[in-house]
């Protein structure tokens, strides 16, 4: 079990009296990292949000700003213990409110660490996904290992152009293969993945996902991809035959990681938002897809993907995405 404090867990476990409406077992949402707010009161609004959203899972990041006070530069790192006590009770709370929990490490590791020899860069990230592993995994059914990898590479940052180089997919091979070994060591039952972008829906993603997960695809426990079709049908349409041809390919179980359309000024009305939504969730009910996680529950600071406001209020689509979520 984790460290959380006996009087929060027994706040989440009063997040149980939420009805689970419908099924909501295959759906999700992406909410703020905990240590966005360590007194961890809106993390418990947010999943009294997924649960009544019909979700079943929750998606969230472990943010390295949050959980380390230091990198040294020889593979050790000062963990924050306030930091990480934080995380342990947001994952006995999401376990108190029955709900599964998607967890991602894909950030905020400095850049000299980032930039670092071959051997030094993966000695730090070792020990950093020992420790979390140790002490968070038993809650965890899948953890996420950096975010569309397929797009910038891992260290430098670069763009990598349509087509990821090979030389560059062997060394992130051979990165996740240490991440999933150092992950299972201490939590056997964790799922490893890491995900391919998803915009724009079509050929060219799709020959990508394939370039991509062919070579990744053996490492990983499942593989994890975003989807952005936005409002048009076809794209829609086509997103069941599309992952299909991906876990055919892989041979794996695939997950949807994200699933998400803005609402602004400029893009995407909270009617269109609803409409676009629901209808790729109801696609997606005949694609060969585990779960399906939404980006994301609220709006933030930086953008307007959330199916609610950033204060929780419903957008106005917001009941026709959580009739589609529980339909799943």
Not at 45 to 55: I, M, N, P, Q, T
Request: contains cysteine.
């Amino acid at each position: 079990m984790g460290g959380a404090a006996a009087g929060t867990v027994a706040a989440g476990a009063a997040l149980l009296a939420v009805p689970m409406m419908g099924r909501g077992r295959r759906g999700g949402y992406l909410v703020p990292a905990p240590g966005a707010n360590p007194d961890l009161r809106d993390f418990e609004r947010d999943l009294r949000a997924v649960r009544e959203g019909g979700g079943g899972w929750v998606r969230f990041a472990v943010r390295a700003y949050d959980v380390v006070g230091d990198w040294d530069r020889d593979g050790a790192i000062a963990f924050d213990e306030q930091a990480l006590d934080t995380v342990d009770r947001a994952l006995d709370l999401a376990r108190a409110a029955d709900l599964r929990v998607y967890l991602v490490t894909a950030d905020s590791v400095p850049e000299d660490v980032l930039q670092s020899s071959g051997r030094t860069f993966l000695a730090t990230m070792t020990e950093y996904w020992r420790v979390l592993a140790e002490r968070l995994g038993d809650r965890v059914e899948v953890w996420q290992v950096f975010n569309e990898a397929d797009g910038m590479h891992i260290r430098t940052g670069q763009s990598l152009g349509q087509i990821p180089p090979t030389s560059y997919l062997k060394e992130l091979a051979a990165v996740l293969t240490r991440a999933a070994r150092t992950i299972h060591a201490a939590a056997p039952g964790v799922e490893v993945t890491t995900t391919a972008g998803g915009y724009p829906v079509d050929d060219a993603m799709e020959q990508r996902w394939a370039r991509f997960f062919g070579v990744l695809g053996p490492r990983l426990d499942v593989v994890g991809v975003g989807l952005y079709p936005q409002t048009d049908q076809a794209r829609i349409d086509s997103l069941p035959e599309r992952l299909e041809r991906l876990q055919r390919l892989v041979h794996k179980p695939v997950v949807v990681a994200e699933l998400g359309l803005q609402t602004c000024a400029g893009c995407f009305s909270e009617e269109e938002q609803g409409a676009g939504l629901s209808s790729a969730l109801a696609a997606l009910r005949t694609a060969p897809v585990r779960e399906v996680l939404l980006y994301e529950l609220r709006d933030s600071d930086q953008d307007r993907f959330g199916v609610l406001h950033a204060d929780w209020s419903p957008k106005s689509g917001a009941r026709r995405i959580s009739e589609a979520l529980r339909r799943l």
